[in-house]
């Protein structure tokens, strides 16, 4: 009997970049997972996901780690001829905000010279616009390019956007836009795509390119279809698909290598693995990343992604950031509030930087009201400052933009705009550098383009880690008791614990009353508050968040409505403004500085 041959699927290693990145926010510290890649490698891994997307940022902003460093690691263990591929955005490279010609250029070259050998590229809006000079530029540089389309599910009872008919108008007009490519990938970042649909857009798709280019696939189980689609895509004619390895698979995550392994066996495709090697390989990861505090959010699927696409690799950096800010308790509202800015913003992809619009705005209407506070990211795209979207925005909500914002809508292109402020031009950057009095390498220059003012700190040696561990479990008899007050009409969250006490978020000694006494007075709002006695008030936080700037210093005159200090929250930067017209008498606060709702910020004498 002649015994059937099956076609081989290869695949690209995620767990170390969307990986951890969908699971920990990419907190993940380089010399505790490095080793592992070696294994890998030894396993016989061949294309790893080694860098780029949030992880660029997150390595500053989090890990306290030069992001070029770690790509530099990744190269010395694997070897020239493994395939090392990063994430970029388009305009957007590897940052939230979109960037000018010379830094795309500046991350072409840059990754190249760090080791990077592929350059996965997509835009959110699927703009063919926004993807063709990043594309020269990679390839330039001496880099594969990977084109690729965004993908998702609209929310149920929407339509005009995200069908096979739409993915196959997008690729018909990156091919007439004559965008470079070695390479095709579908990337479904929420998990929310129809298996039909995967499968009849890469059906479609290969009869537009023909049958030498490959196509790869990529999405995530955050909505609990993610394995269907990758049967769907690889029946479709997919060459390869994108994996992850335990404990960082599955939930959030991709699929993991074991559960395709097994899923296609009796069909006639096999993936082409070691299985024994990959099953050694997820032992040393998992006991790399023991001591890691896991979110319970990224094991499981969430029901209600499908009506509110929020990626995976988005999902837990936000969480993670909630957590950080005390605020972990608004998370189903925000999600549920995500729905309505997703079906009224244009039908962006919810990937970066569309996602974190996304969340954003639906944080703001959770906190402040709906539409009360436009997100400066959503803002801006449902104005075209990011591109055009699939389908027009809501007219109310462009219109809440516009006049909030100070801006009108635009139709020009995101790179001419850019190209024409002088804020996002090199040499601004070099003299933010200068004015630090921090070396100006090709490195630093980019590092301050992508990660504004925590770039500057990191390069100062003032960066952080934030990066969560497991605690100790607490033995039963001591274990923390928790009590819902209602005082003077405003709700405390309160939590005993031996001799502590956490009062919505905040630790005090249980035995010093006056600091609960001082925290049950203190009003919640989500904007700034002020107090004021004998002529003298008091700017105090109105939210949890980061000071990353101040603006004034004590004996400074201010007017009313002056902006003294920047607050940032959920990666949105906000004003603190001057009450009054005073002169500021005290600063409570520093540069980086993790705050509280409450907390005093300035003095100022009227």
């Given at each position: 009997m002649i015994k059937h041959k099956r076609k081989k699927v290869s695949f690209m290693c995620t767990a170390f970049r969307d990986g951890?990145?969908?699971?920990?926010?990419?907190?993940?510290?380089?010399?505790?997972?490095?080793?592992?890649?070696?294994e890998a490698v030894k396993a016989g891994f061949t294309n790893i996901e080694s860098g780029g997307g949030a992880s660029f940022q997150s390595a500053f902003f989090y890990n306290n780690e030069n992001a070029f460093d770690v790509m530099d690691s990744f190269r010395e263990i694997c070897g020239p001829d493994v395939n090392l591929q990063t994430l970029a955005r388009g305009v957007n490279v590897v940052a939230l905000d979109s960037q000018s010609s010379e830094m795309i250029d500046l991350h072409a070259r840059l990754f190249k010279k760090h080791g990077v050998s592929t350059i996965r590229n997509f835009?959110?809006?699927?703009?063919?616009?926004?993807?063709?000079?990043?594309?020269?530029?990679?390839?330039?540089?001496?880099?594969?390019?990977?084109?690729?389309?965004?993908?998702?599910?609209?929310?149920?009872?929407?339509e005009g956007a995200h069908t096979p008919e739409f993915y196959t108008q997008v690729l018909k007009r990156f091919l007439k836009a004559e965008i470079p490519f070695d390479s095709l990938c579908f990337k479904d970042a929420s998990g929310t795509s129809l298996p039909a649909t995967v499968y009849e857009t890469i059906q479609r798709a290969r009869k537009l390119i023909g049958s030498k280019v490959p196509i790869e696939f990529h999405s995530h189980e955050t909505a609990g279809v993610g394995l269907a689609c990758y049967?769907?895509?690889?029946?479709?004619?997919?060459?390869?698909?994108?994996?992850?390895?335990?404990?960082?698979?599955?939930?959030?995550?991709?699929?993991?290598?074991?559960?395709?392994?097994?899923?296609?066996?009796?069909?006639?495709?096999?993936?082409?693995?070691?299985?024994?090697?990959?099953?050694?390989?997820?032992?040393?990861?998992?006991?790399?990343l023991k001591?890691?505090?896991?979110?319970?959010?990224?094991?499981?699927?969430?029901?209600?992604?499908?009506?509110?696409?929020?990626?995976?690799?988005?999902?837990t950096a936000n969480t993670q950031?909630?957590?950080?800010?005390?605020?972990?308790?608004?998370?189903?509202?925000?999600?549920?509030?995500?729905?309505?800015?997703?079906?009224?913003g244009g039908f962006g992809t919810s990937v970066t930087p569309v996602s974190q619009f996304y969340f954003q705005q639906a944080f703001n209407n959770v906190m402040q009201g709906p539409w009360k506070k436009i997100a400066e990211g959503y803002g801006k795209m449902v104005l075209g400052y990011f591109g055009k979207t699939p389908v027009a925005p809501d007219a109310q909500v462009v219109q809440i933009a516009a006049e909030q914002l100070g801006l009108t809508p635009t139709k020009e292109s995101v790179l001419t705009l850019n190209d024409q402020n002088p804020n996002k031009s090199r040499s601004h950057y070099e003299k933010q550098?200068?004015?630090?009095?921090?070396p100006i390498t090709?490195?630093?220059?980019?590092?301050?383009?992508?990660?504004?003012?925590?770039?500057?700190?990191?390069?100062?040696?003032?960066?952080?880690?934030?990066?969560?561990?497991?605690?100790?479990?607490?033995?039963?008899?001591?274990?923390?008791?928790t009590?819902?007050?209602?005082?003077?009409?405003?709700?405390?969250?309160?939590?005993?614990?031996?001799?502590?006490?956490?009062?919505?978020?905040?630790?005090?000694?249980?035995?010093?009353?006056?600091?609960?006494?001082?925290?049950?007075?203190?009003?919640?709002?989500?904007?700034?508050?002020?107090?004021?006695?004998?002529?003298?008030?008091?700017?105090?936080?109105?939210?949890?968040?980061?000071?990353?700037?101040?603006?004034?210093?004590?004996?400074?005159?201010?007017?009313?409505?002056?902006n003294v200090g920047v607050v940032e929250v959920m990666k949105m930067e906000t004003f603190v403004k001057a009450p009054c017209n005073g002169t500021v008498q005290t600063v409570f606060v520093q540069k980086g500085e993790q705050i509280k709702t409450g907390q005093k910020l300035f003095e100022v004498v009227l």
């Open positions: 951890f990145q969908s699971v920990y926010g990419s907190r993940v510290l380089s010399k505790d997972y490095m080793p592992v890649v070696a835009d959110a809006l699927n703009d063919p616009e926004n993807l063709l000079y990043s594309a020269q530029c990679i390839q330039k540089a001496g880099l594969k390019h990977q084109l690729c389309i965004a993908m998702m599910a609209l929310p149920p009872g929407c049967l769907a895509a690889i029946q479709a004619g997919a060459d390869i698909v994108d994996l992850s390895l335990a404990p960082v698979s599955g939930g959030t995550c991709q699929p993991d290598v074991a559960t395709l392994w097994h899923a296609l066996r009796g069909m006639d495709y096999e993936l082409d693995v070691d299985i024994d090697a990959v099953m050694q390989v997820e032992e040393h990861l998992k006991e790399a001591d890691y505090f896991l979110p319970p959010e990224a094991l499981h699927t969430e029901p209600r992604i499908p009506w509110s696409p929020m990626p995976g690799g988005a999902l950031m909630l957590r950080d800010n005390g605020l972990m308790d608004k998370y189903g509202e925000i999600i549920v509030a995500m729905e309505e800015v997703v079906r009224k550098l200068h004015e630090a009095h921090l090709d490195e630093n220059v980019f590092i301050v383009a992508a990660c504004g003012e925590k770039g500057i700190a990191f390069l100062e040696g003032k960066g952080k880690v934030g990066v969560r561990y497991n605690q100790p479990s607490t033995p039963k008899a001591a274990q923390a008791e009590y819902r007050l209602v005082i003077g009409g405003e709700t405390f969250n309160v939590k005993l614990d031996g001799s502590h006490a956490t009062v919505n978020g905040e630790v005090f000694d249980i035995t010093d009353e006056t600091h609960l006494e001082e925290k049950a007075s203190t009003p919640s709002s989500t904007q700034a508050n002020t107090s004021s006695e004998k002529g003298v008030k008091i700017i105090e936080a109105g939210t949890p968040g980061v000071i990353t700037n101040i603006l004034v210093k004590p004996g400074d005159h201010v007017m009313a409505g002056q």
